[in-house]
């Protein structure tokens, strides 16, 4: 394990760090000359000269804290780590728990934390359950619980009190970049089905609810989210504050779809509705074709599948944006035109030859 840290460097800590989120936040600090990094998560990774990455199951207290023990010069936590489970009930436990097991190991060692950037959505708002107020602000009310981002913010909230370092929740829309194995991935989802209709010569269908098709939704670029996340994190003004953070444009697949179905050389059809979550289920031989047919990277059918979460974002038949007005008051100025963001993450796939 690299522990060679330099210690008048800022040290970040990438919670999550193979992540869409985690992966795309360590790109943007790799740019940063005044960054040391460590990335955590279950699959570890290739360290650098930059990047120390380490395998740690954040379940297990025990090991969290003999990991940690090692970094003592850790100053920003940005914690992106996430785990799945079946209900909205059952998914508090663990991810506070992930959330706590990192929190206090690092401050049991690691005297100079300045920051915890904490990772959340539109689940703040009540948006999984259904139509929810928008645009959403920082400021609404929240909503039933049980809700595991809402319950990991009051720890920190309770946590802070008396300490010196400050926390910041950056609350993106859909997060849409790179990173295969990874169960919230959108635009994977589009490439792939995508990719697979086309194989089988059959027109770009949007998958989803009518409704859906024609409410106003928005994206958050995840190059945009690590920039946003670091300003956050070393912005005084953000010090113990929730941000949304967004393109800044709102969109409507109904306009968007046919654009994507152009972009993949296809015709795009009236929209059917469907279970990809059950209907991708019996095309694992075919992707393994399409990938030995165009020279495709070797990646299996279960790391570029997030059908589950294509279908819950494509069953919101009902709008889904905030108001972003409060970062760029604080200074965040960043914006992402989110057609020209798909076209640029498909093209990032083509090139890592993981669609043809």
Known sequence: MNTSINHSRKVALVVGA??????????HLITLPDWDIIGLSRRG?????RVTFVSVDLLQRSEVEHVLASFPTITHIFYAAYQDRPTWAELVEPNLNMLIH??????????????ISLMQGYKVYGAHLGAFPTPARETDAKPM???FNMAQQDYLVQQQQGKDWTWSALRPSVVCGFSVGNPMNLAMVIAIYATISKELQIPLRFPGKRGAYHSIL?????????KATVWAATTPACANQALNINNGD????????????HYFDMEPAPP????????????EALWDSIVSRYGLTAYTYAEVSSWAFGDFVFS????FFADGSKARRLGFHEYVDTEEMFITIFEDFRKRKIIA
Do not use: C
């Open 45 to 49: 990774g290739i360290s650098t000269d």
């Open 218 to 226: 928005e994206m958050t670029d995840a190059g945009l989210l690590a």
């Open 250 to 261: 709102v969109f409507r697949w109904e306009s968007l779809w046919p654009k994507i179905a």
């Open 18 to 27: 193979n992540g869409v989120i985690g992966s795309n936040l360590i790109d």
């Open 102 to 115: 990192i929190v206090e190991s690092v401050e049991a060692t690691s005297p100079q934390l300045e920051h």
């Open 272 to 283: 059917l509705s469907m279970n990809l979550n059950d209907m991708m289920k019996d095309k």
């Open 145 to 147: 619980p049980p809700e």
């Open 316 to 319: 919101w038949d009902y709008d």
